[in-house]
């Protein structure tokens, strides 16, 4: 009898001739290696393995066809595609960076199709915990520290890996995982429930009404209750949203609550987990060994194993039904490039240092990141291949064939400085290598390591002028080192075409377009900084080191309140205007759309893409507001002299926020609105929504 399109009723059926023992066999997820998986498989123990590396490709498919000679049920593989699998694309957060949700879903469909040809099922991703930590080494994986621009790209995440039928995504990790205290990677979040719901939950409602098939709990407590096994939030997806797709623990998260001290031992853990509504057990091993025995004891409903097991099988059998769908044309190399192109962000470009002329006689090239193909691939890469990757330096003498490209690794710094001095101009990379973010990779002084630092600051007081390429899993603290820099132009971890990205950005043949989805803050010290922050009772008046003597205000003594980069930011080689801000009826009714409209001009002489963005603040609550909050953007392109009018439409949902009672109102009153290159914009006008 074959496992394929059968209806719910011919599944009830299954599930009745199926032991009790089988029944959790399904349940239980283990990685590839696990000892004894095989014998496991065919006992009927497990109904999911996890890919890990290289080696796990060849076993997981023998284990697939293992499954299917003992059993009709199909085992799926999973693995983490976070940013590509084999061809490896720029890391999550510089995909944000490009503000391009179209590419990113281009991304995220490409990456699932050559993993599906690895026969893998499953895909743990996207991550949409909103993130407004640097230190917090996840921050790479995320789009960022914005609620809305995080809604965009889950949808274009999960669309994407979904778009074949063939694989199903897993939104993650539900939920407030990236509000680690401290930035410490696992550690507790404390948030209210209108914070969740206004900033933390809205990217997993997009995703699952996207489609998405699955959902991964957080490892973290919240509010002292590990999300795991957080009743609000299984009220939430289940009762709430309606969300009947099927729901994993993380990495042996059952087992960690017994570390969390909510329960004694694996068998409570176990007890816990499916009381609250884990589906699959990932590594804990918690339902294979206790839940017959708690189901034995009475103490949990088969009924609740029956409906778990359901939502499994159905998962299985829409997975399996489009599994012979052809895998269409794909480029991932072309892909992949102009991703990394899009996604590199210009810091900073004093007196249009940057473009190169096409052949400058000779150019210093400095630091060992320039020489480190592994850097460029970033955190989830354990596919990728190094040796497939050019490093920026072959990149490099490539593009500027015609002119000397002097390498060195910098690790004597006389010699660097003595080859910069020789030079006509002088490139350095500096940054984090892939190794220093993501999962339990936080860092308490995220800033470029102080070998760098000096070398900079000795090149600058040397009289170079120092174009900086920075590679990086996270915003970093770079208020010293950009004192040394000419310009900065920051490339991320952008993956196996990041090298000729650099190369070509560098050469003037692409425009840099990306811009900030996270704030560079100027001190540790004045975490966290999104821009998107209350206004406080006592907020500071003025700008930079005028807010030190404004007394009894919101501010540091020592600090100021502003970024070192806001949010949004990006420069390009060209300069675009903005001007004539119209709201086309300024006073709508709540059920009315807003239009918006601004004329942007490219003043300068290269034509560029411009992220045109669009932020509002609502001046009178229930609640206390955000002082800006990003609403709307569109990219458009634009010839050097060329003019364009963008248009918006806001609709009034979109202006709504959670009041005391935690539900989502909109009300009548007045709406600053600013449209400009970012956060800090400040070309303005207002608009009324009347009952
Ligand atoms: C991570 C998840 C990942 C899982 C499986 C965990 O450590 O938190 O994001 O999907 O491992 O690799």
């Given at each position: 009898m074959s496992f394929l399109l059968k209806s719910e009723c011919e599944l009830q059926a299954i599930i009745a001739q199926m032991s009790l023992k089988e029944k959790i066999g399904q349940m239980n997820q283990l990685i590839?290696?696990?000892?004894n998986i095989e014998e496991k498989i065919m006992a009927g123990d497990v109904g999911s393995v996890i890919i890990i590396n290289d080696e796990d490709i060849e076993r997981s498919s023998q284990q697939k066809k293992l499954a299917s000679q003992c059993s009709e049920i199909p085992l799926l593989v999973s693995t983490d595609v976070i940013h590509g699998y084999k061809t490896i694309y720029p890391i999550p957060l510089a995909c944000s960076s490009t503000w391009n949700p179209e590419l990113v879903e281009q991304v995220a469909y490409h990456s699932a199709q050559e993993s599906a040809a690895d026969s893998t099922d499953w895909i743990f991703a996207p991550m949409v915990d909103i993130s407004r930590d640097l230190r917090w080494g996840r921050i790479a994986e995320s789009a960022g520290e914005d609620t809305y621009l995080n809604t965009v790209f889950s949808r274009a995440w999960v669309e994407g890996i979904q778009k074949s039928g063939s694989v199903a995504a897993c939104v993650k990790h539900f939920a407030a995982y990236g509000a680690a205290e401290g930035g410490r990677d696992y550690n507790s979040a404390q948030v209210s429930e209108r914070m969740l719901r206004e900033v933390y939950l809205p990217p997993f409602k997009e995703a699952i009404d996207a489609g998405c098939k699955t959902l991964m709990m957080a490892f973290q407590d919240l509010n002292g209750i590990p999300a795991s096994i957080h009743p609000l939030l299984y009220k939430i997806l289940r009762q709430e949203w309606g969300f009947d797709g099927v729901i994993i623990s993380d990495y042996n998260a059952i087992l960690e609550l017994v570390e969390h001290g909510v329960a004694e031992n694996l068998k409570e853990a176990a007890y816990l987990a499916i009381q609250a509504g884990i589906d699959v057990d990932m590594m804990s091993n918690a339902y294979s060994l206790h839940l017959e025995e708690l189901v034995l004891e009475g103490r949990v409903d088969e009924a609740l194993i029956n409906a778990s097991l359901m939502r499994i099988l159905q998962l299985k059998q829409e997975l399996i039904s489009e599994q012979n769908k052809t895998v269409s044309n794909r480029d991932d190399a072309k892909l992949a490039l102009q991703t990394a192109l899009e996604s590199a962000v210009l810091l900073k470009n004093d007196k249009n240092?940057?473009?190169?002329?096409?052949?400058?006689?000779?150019i210093a090239l400095l630091g060992e990141l320039a020489a480190d193909r592994a850097s460029l691939l970033g955190t989830w890469s354990f596919l990728g291949e190094p040796e497939n990757t050019d490093s920026i330096q072959e990149a490099i003498n490539r593009k500027f064939s015609g002119s000397a490209v002097i390498y060195n690794d910098a690790q004597d710094r006389a010699k660097a400085l003595d080859i910069a001095k020789q030079c006509e101009k002088v490139v350095i990379i500096i940054g984090e290598q892939a190794c220093m973010s993501g999962e339990a990779h936080s860092r308490s002084e995220p800033g470029i390591p102080s070998a760098q630092l000096e070398l900079l600051k000795a090149l600058k007081e040397s009289g170079n002028e120092v174009i900086a390429i920075l590679l990086s899993g996270r915003p970093l603290i770079l208020t010293e080192a950009e004192l040394y820099c000419d310009a900065i132009l920051?490339?991320?971890?952008?993956?196996?075409?990041a090298g000729d990205a650099i190369a070509e950005i560098l050469a003037g043949d692409f425009n840099p377009s990306g811009r900030l989805t996270c704030t560079f803050p100027r001190s540790v010290g004045q975490v966290p900084l999104n821009y998107n922050h209350r206004n406080t009772g006592r907020p500071v008046l003025g700008e930079g080191i005028t807010?030190?003597?404004?007394?009894?205000?919101?501010?540091?003594i020592d600090q100021t309140n502003e970024a070192l980069y806001p949010f949004g930011y990006g420069l390009n080689y060209s300069q675009v205007e903005y001007k004539d801000?119209?709201?086309?009826?300024p006073n709508i009714k709540i059920s009315e759309c807003l239009q918006v409209e601004i004329t942007v001009e490219n003043t300068g002489s290269h034509d560029c893409s411009e992220i045109v963005q669009l932020y509002v603040r609502d001046?009178?609550?229930q609640t206390a507001r955000p002082v800006k909050e990003l609403k709307a953007f569109k990219k458009v392109d634009l010839q050097a002299g060329e003019s364009r009018s963008v248009q918006f439409s806001l609709s009034s949902e979109d202006l709504g926020y959670y009041n005391w009672d935690n539900q989502y109102q909109v009300d009548a009153g007045d709406f600053d609105l600013w449209v400009g290159p970012n956060s800090k914009s400040n070309l303005y006008t207002q608009f009324s929504l009347e009952k």
């Open positions: 590839v290696s696990h000892e240092i940057l473009p190169l002329n096409k052949q400058p006689e000779s920051l490339a991320w971890h952008g993956g196996t075409y807010q030190f003597a404004e007394a009894y205000k919101s501010n540091y801000l119209k709201i086309l009826e001046l009178v609550a």
